[in-house]
């Protein structure tokens, strides 16, 4: 069968470091895919070979069966690839309607359109109104991105990477940096999107990843150590280890 | 069609932006008032005009896509060469000048463009510098055709549109270079409030991000850094048309330096802060070497300093926050 996303033997090596070692994952259509791992295992590298940020040393990744290795950032969005980072990548000066606007026109290809004011492309704002409904972020729509409390800021991020209207959607530790009451809500939204958005999530917090994820891939040391249900990842051995040993550790 | 479908919320403030103020049409009387006022100085006019167009021109790279350029007088001094070469070859209709420097700077900066998305602001400032420095040494050294340090002479421009004289008051002259300078103006407003335009700005306050929304982020710095190099040699064309002659300066790094001086004095991206930094810093220069022709240079480094220091984003910036603390004098 197809897979929204797959990975094929992906190593990423940074000198003589092997960040990614070997890596071949499978990502179901319509899948809650759950990416853990310590801290330094890879995670955000692999979201980085995904995503085409990195260019990997060798192996292949693939989106709905398509070879897209070689294809620069952008055009991976334009073919349903979307994702959010660890750490805020917003734009401070833009008012959060202004912002999402901008990500809804890129979307709709309406991004070198250079004669007519945003203001008059009324599908774009209201599309990008719409989102914001959806992430109830309606009431601070007119507010300067660097105005808002972290949490709000963390649902633009989310609220970009939907404007992108992604078959595929990667979560960077969303709930990175949002105070626990804040971060379930946070995990309401998320758990609310339809299933035709496939979403893959990396997340420490592992409360949460038991609770949202139907299939769950632990990441050590750059390689894939095991992938099961979150029943099977609960009691397996070598996760324990692997989280005993950092705990240990930490 | 400024409604949307979604009960209880109201996109007009985001539409707002792109609608012209009534500041806007207030100081657009300005260059009307000053052509009455102030008409034994047109030729000093005509040039604020034209440093102001080359200052809108910067603004469009520096101040929205955030590429800084010490080398932006190589548009500029294409520009003139272009209009002052195609006049002494027969060609003095005065717009197919302005459309001749358009088309050559653009290629010129479609060009170089690729050099300049490589690296970092500061890989970036060396190669705006490079190249304007080695176009410099070009025109220097091709006497033959550019008259080199003589600069080129024998340029005599025909009435524009076949009707209006060039006269010896320069009043046609600061009418012509004037409205070039709104039509432009305009013509960039436009482009600023665009989908392109908000791109460029997302571009410049979070590069990392842009490819991530699928925005080809290349392909519109490439863009504007065409658009920009045209504005530039409209400039420069401008120049060699109302002064009849071109100077190897119009090439020169000063002119560049002084470019990205009258930027930051007057706050970058708002367009209008291109103007008022001309206007500010050619004012200042006429009055302030008039009173110490060896020294001016002194009291304008002392009024960059304190901008700088004290009014955030120049000029301009400094007005907005006046405009805040004044509620009923915004608008």
């Known amino acids: 069968m197809s897979y929204a996303l797959e990975t094929r033997n992906l190593v990423k090596r940074f000198g003589g470091f092997v960040a990614t070692n070997d890596v071949t994952l499978k990502v179901e259509a319509g899948a809650r895919h759950a990416l853990i791992g310590p801290n330094g295992a890879g995670k955000t590298t692999l979201i980085n070979l995904l995503t085409g940020f990195l260019e990997p040393s060798s192996g292949t990744v693939l989106l709905k069966g398509e070879d897209v290795t070689r294809l620069p950032q952008h055009q991976r969005v334009k073919r349903g690839l979307a994702r959010t980072f660890q750490i805020n990548r917003l734009f401070a000066k833009m008012t959060v309607l202004e912002s999402v606007t901008l990500a809804v026109c890129e979307r709709r290809g309406l991004g070198a359109r250079w004669w007519n004011p945003v203001g008059s492309h009324v599908e774009a704002i209201d599309e990008a109104a719409q989102l914001l409904a959806q992430l109830r972020l309606l009431d601070v729509a007119h507010h300067e991105t660097r105005s808002l409390a972290y949490g709000k800021q963390r649902l633009i991020e989310i609220a970009l990477a939907l404007a992108a209207k992604p078959s595929m959607l990667l979560l960077d530790e969303p709930a990175a940096g949002v105070p626990t009451g804040e971060s379930r809500e946070l995990f309401e939204t998320i758990a609310q999107l339809p299933r035709d958005v496939t979403i893959l999530l990396i997340e420490h917090d592992m409360d949460l990843v038991f609770r949202f994820a139907d299939r769950i891939s632990v990441l050590v040391n750059g390689g894939l150590v095991v992938e099961d249900t979150p029943e099977a990842i609960a009691k397996d051995k070598r996760v324990k280890e692997v989280y005993l040993g950092e705990a240990l550790d930490g | 069609m400024t409604t949307t479908t979604l009960a209880g919320f109201d996109p007009a403030p985001l539409q707002r932006q792109a609608r012209w103020k009534r500041a806007e049409y207030a100081f657009w009387l300005l260059p009307v ?35 800084v350029s010490l080398g932006h007088a190589a548009f500029f001094g294409i520009g003139a060469y272009t209009a002052g070469l195609m006049a002494t070859h027969g060609w003095n209709q005065p717009l197919a000048g302005l459309a001749g420097a358009a088309v050559i700077a653009a290629l010129a900066g479609f060009v170089t463009s690729f050099l300049v998305l490589r690296g970092s602001d500061l890989t970036r400032l060396m190669v705006t510098l490079g190249v304007a420095l080695m176009l410099f040494e070009m025109a220097n050294k091709l006497t033959h055709i550019t008259g080199g340090v ?108 002084e470019l990205l001086l009258i930027l930051v ?67």
Do not use: C
């Not at chain 2, 034994?40 to 080359?54: E, H, M, R």
């Not at chain 2, 021109?57 to 929205?64: A, K, N, Q």
């Not at chain 2, 991530?212 to 530039?232: E, H, K, Q, S």
């Open chain 2, 33 to 67: 008032a000053a052509y009455f006022a102030f008409g034994d100085q047109l030729a000093l006019l005509s040039q604020i005009a034209i440093t102001a167009l080359f200052a809108l021109s910067l603004d469009l790279i520096l101040g929205y896509a955030g590429i």
């Open chain 2, 265 to 331: 004095l007057g706050g970058t991206g708002s367009l209008y802060g291109a103007l008022i930094g001309t206007i500010v810093f050619m004012t200042a220069h006429h009055l302030l070497s008039d009173i110490n022709p060896q020294y001016w240079q002194f009291w304008l480094g002392a009024l960059l300093v304190v901008v700088v220091l004290f009014a955030r984003d120049g000029v301009m910036g400094g007005l907005r926050a006046l405009a805040r603390r004044l509620p009923g004098a915004a608008k």
């Open chain 2, 150 to 257: 003589d600069g080129l002479q024998g340029i005599e421009m025909k009435p524009i549109l076949g009707m209006f004289a060039f006269d010896l008051y320069g009043k046609t002259a600061y009418i012509y270079a004037m409205l070039v300078l709104f039509g432009l103006f305009w013509v960039a407003r436009r482009i600023v409030h665009s989908p392109f335009g908000h791109s460029l700005r997302g571009i410049h306050l979070n590069m990392a991000r842009m490819p991530a929304l699928g925005t080809p982020v290349n392909a519109r710095l490439i863009g504007v850094y065409t658009v920009a190099a045209a504005y530039a040699g409209v400039a420069g064309a401008l120049l060699t048309q109302t002064t009849q002659f071109v100077s190897i300066d119009v090439l020169s790094f000063p002119r560049s330096a």
